[in-house]
């Protein structure tokens, strides 16, 4: 007869039994993991305060036709201001007049003029870098209705522009009444290029001269050198301008309403204005607040684009 090996064997040799980890490491681990977490806290606090909150109670009104006036209590209306929205011909023309409005004065103006600056005054004096950082930046730091005020009496029919037309004997303009939309892009990109300039500024200033110096000992010109060399190297601050700069650009409702109130008949009418003139002038909060949501949600659909940028290696 053959032995046979017993039904339980006992453990294998060289291996020990998992043991879990003991309650004190466990809740040393917790206590680290609180304080780490202790002093960013405050802040936390705040944007949940300031920020989720006031947007978590927009996303409650915009389900809702609340009104300022005429109205005694609000109900629940389901998605009824948004399909409304979708179904108004002033809405749609305000959602294609904000892309307009941003894609020129920030992602083509702004941005594109910025570079330049910046470039051009890598190569000048200190006393024309002084000059004209100093005039930039002063459009810049200028209250946004300061601003509005000013190409307002730019663009307008008795204004500067037509001044300097006449004085060249060229037919006067009157841009705010027949080209609305182009005057307030101009006006955003005189106000906000000092940004894009200042950002742009620090990126090539952190280039190697090394680099640039060895392209131009292998004959590189100007613009291949921009291209092929100083674009890749500050790709991460052309996104982050870029993300800033259209997030900026699509709140922006001081600048407009001064110069021309989003008109005439709708021609410059952004979302921050239609969404301010159906929620204050026609007191529908309901329908505003719906509004405003779908602008939060285009801005972050920009935001998400420009994030996978920046995370896509060249």
Not at 14 to 23: E, F, I, Q, V
Not at 121 to 133: D, F, I
Request: a positive charge; charged letters at 10%; glycine letters at 8%.
């Amino acid at each position: 007869m053959t032995a046979t090996a017993p039904e339980h064997a006992g453990p294998e040799v060289g291996k020990t039994p998992a043991s879990p980890a003991p309650s004190g490491a466990r809740t040393g681990t917790v206590r680290r993991s609180l304080y780490r977490a202790l002093p960013v806290s405050p802040a936390v606090v705040l944007l949940l305060l300031f920020l989720a909150g006031p947007i978590a109670y927009c996303v409650v009104i915009a389900f809702t036709d609340l009104q300022l006036t005429g109205q005694a209590q609000s109900s629940f209306v389901g998605f009824d201001n948004f399909t409304r929205a979708f179904r108004d011909e002033a809405f749609l023309n305000a959602v294609w007049l904000t892309l307009v409005f941003t894609v020129l004065s920030s992602l083509i103006g702004q941005n594109t003029l910025g570079l330049a600056l910046a470039s051009l005054m890598q190569r000048a004096s200190k006393p024309v870098r002084t000059l004209t950082g100093g005039i930039v930046v002063t459009a810049w730091v200028l209250p946004e209705v300061v601003a509005g005020f000013l190409l307002y009496a730019f663009f307008r029919r008795e204004g500067t522009l037509n001044a300097i037309l006449d004085w060249l004997h060229l037919p006067s303009q009157n841009c705010l009444f027949t080209l609305p939309i182009l005057a307030v892009s101009f006006a955003n990109v005189w106000r906000g290029t000092a940004f894009s300039m200042l950002v742009y500024s620090a990126a090539l200033n952190d280039i190697p001269k090394e680099v640039t110096e060895a392209a131009e000992v292998d004959g590189a010109s100007g613009w291949r050198r921009m291209w092929h060399i100083t674009l890749p190297m500050i790709r991460r601050s052309i996104g982050t301008n870029l993300m800033l700069n259209t997030l900026q650009t699509l709140s922006v409702f001081g600048l407009i309403w001064v110069m021309t109130r989003g008109g005439p008949s709708g021609k410059s009418q952004t979302l921050p204005l239609f969404m301010y003139e159906q929620a204050f002038q026609n007191s529908l909060i309901g329908y505003g607040t719906a509004v405003a949501l779908l602008l939060l949600l285009i801005g972050s659909l920009f935001s998400i684009v420009y994030l996978r940028l920046l995370r896509t290696e060249v």
